[in-house]
């Protein structure tokens, strides 16, 4: 069983689309959090919810809208696609009473043409 | 705001031998975590070890060991008897301990290659 899954794995897009990544886990966790890996590997929180509460939001481009239907759902959703939004987008999860340990998810690559 | 500091882009170790990887950060908070997470070529984020800022013991596992200096701000990573499979990006990450932002500060990875 995939503790954190996310999907699609890999998606190609055109520029100025609009596209969704999804994120579930199955760990009971109540905090879940988007990170962004570059072509450079660096890695940057995005976003983080605590029971569907958002309360991480750096700074990043408001064509990014994370939507979080339920505890264990954390989805991304990124309109208006740009060359620069190609990066491996992680999902990540942790419990409430420790969230210092986070799992992660196999991560989401995005291309944009 | 933290920085982690990585100054170790690339290395490489032959087999059985002992790694050391390199990490430093800059904060002004006392209470805090440090970590080191390991990336295959598989993508998965997977934790390696983890320290508490407040506990003066090296954290350890199996073949991982840390050597946490909170004075001179470093957080190294020792792997012995390297294996094939460690190799990996190994990022050193930073957190801050308490309040409601539970944000790992990354920094830009070391690529370890684990030579036969």
């Known amino acids: 069983d995939t503790a954190v899954s996310q999907t699609p794995k890999y998606l190609v897009t055109q520029m100025g689309n609009d596209k969704s990544i999804k994120c579930e886990q199955n760990?009971?966790?109540?905090?879940m959090y988007w990170y962004k890996q570059d072509s450079k590997k660096f890695l940057k929180i995005m976003f983080s919810?605590?029971?569907?509460?958002?309360?991480i939001n750096e700074t990043v481009p408001n064509r990014f809208s994370p939507k979080s239907p339920d505890k264990a759902h954390l989805n991304l959703h990124i309109n208006s696609l740009e060359l620069g939004d190609s990066a491996v987008y992680f999902c990540?999860?942790?419990?409430?009473?420790?969230?210092?340990?986070?799992?992660f998810g196999p991560g989401t690559r995005l291309l944009v043409l | 705001a933290q920085t982690v500091t990585q100054s170790q882009p690339e290395m490489s170790v032959q087999e059985a031998e002992t790694v050391t990887l390199s990490c430093t950060y800059d904060?002004?908070?006392?209470?805090?975590?440090l970590f080191w997470y390991k990336q295959p070529p598989s993508r998965q984020m997977i934790l390696v070890i983890r320290q508490e800022a407040y506990k003066q013991q090296n954290a350890t596992e199996n073949r991982f060991s840390v050597n946490f200096q909170k004075a001179a701000k470093s957080f190294s990573l020792k792997i012995s008897d390297s294996q094939l499979g460690d190799t990996a990006m190994y990022f050193c990450a930073f957190m801050k301990s308490g309040g409601s932002n539970y944000k790992l500060t990354f920094g830009k990875g070391t690529l370890l290659t684990v030579n036969p």
């Open positions: 919810y605590n029971n569907k509460e958002l309360i």
């Open positions: 904060t002004s908070e006392n209470n805090y975590y």
């Open positions: 990540a999860s942790s419990r409430g009473d420790r969230r210092e340990t986070q799992y």
């Open positions: 760990l009971g966790h109540d905090t």
